[in-house]
DNA sequence: GTCTATACGCGGATAGAC
DNA sequence: GTCTATCCGCGTATAGAC
């Protein structure tokens, strides 16, 4: 790997344990093996690192959703393949991404805890981990809807519903990594639940 | 006020927009309108001031939930006499209390940002905006269910459903107040269609 | 691109007068 | 309890040699 990367990985590590104003750039270098001085043949500054982090907090996010079958721009086919049983999959995979990924859990923790200092952290933060997955998941609840899968709803309020809890779980199970099993399983029975209430064999109970 | 009380408070907002690091013990003086050094002569230290912010924090937290009628040790008796429009009206009175208080806000605020640096903090923030209300919550869904008022389900799962939204919602419009409308709109939305799936009459759809 | 050396301000904190 | 004065280490960043 490039130094460069090396810089910016090391940076993210060291970022989401102790924050942005919690790292001196003289630490970021120890970490990487050079000077810190030699940080600026790389980054103008720490400014620009840390945007250089929230560019690749983007990226990153894009690959993984595209990689679960849940891009920003789909393709309206695809949505209308998806099945009920497709959410069980997707849900647990991406929640144990965003948990246990090492690159994927240190991006989520940096973007939270400073979301209220830096306005691009939040932009950032809002538009990754509520907008995007709240307007994808919109989606497929509509097709559900409309297909007759799912029971009427606003689409809207059932994504929320959908969504919610597991980046509630995923907060609660942040620093608890020895209860990932219990957190599995608050999980499944959370998709559970919620498909017992809208899915349409639901109505049975 | 007291200076302790308004260094305290000084420092509470002080460190809820730039974060612990953030912000100097000179900074702390100056808003409170004294030298750095006289700060010393109330807490020992930063973190012992942050300590103390902590402590606070769970103080009124705990007021706040008591005066909503959503006592940590609450009276079996109180709990059975909620009726389903109270869930409502606490709903939208707690979700305006931590958008918009101040002090509520930026004790929310803070302790979201600081949780993954200090574990104090961490272990307050789970235990005053996770657990403590998800536990409330399932006890009187606990209730409401042994009622007949909603239908059968694990209360914690239940619970789950009605307070993650409410958290996303309070995440998602922390940073837009113009949009407070909207907000309690989306709020409104959640609360009704939770109220459809989970209540007894809901089952006429 | 990496190093050493260095500039310079700001950080938390203490001593001691009033 | 508040002030002034001060300590000293660490912060970001730059200059210039190799």
Redesign the interface.
Known sequence: METKERILHEALALF???????VSMRQIAAAVGIQAASLYSHYAGKEYLFRAILEFAQERFAETMHSLGLAADPDPQSVMELKEKDLQRISREIFLHLLKDPTAAALR?LL??????HSIA?QTY?QLY??SVLDSQTRIFKAFISAGTM????PA??A??F???I???L??YD?QPEKEAKALA?LE??VN??M???GRKGNK?
């Open positions: 989401s344990e102790r924050g942005y104003d919690g923790r939270t805890a400073e979301q209220f200092r939040g809002q509520i907008e029971r009427k709803g606003d309020i059932t929320l519903h969504y919610a809890p980046l509630l779980l907060n609660k620093r608050a029975a959370h639940q919620f017992r209430r809208y109970e």
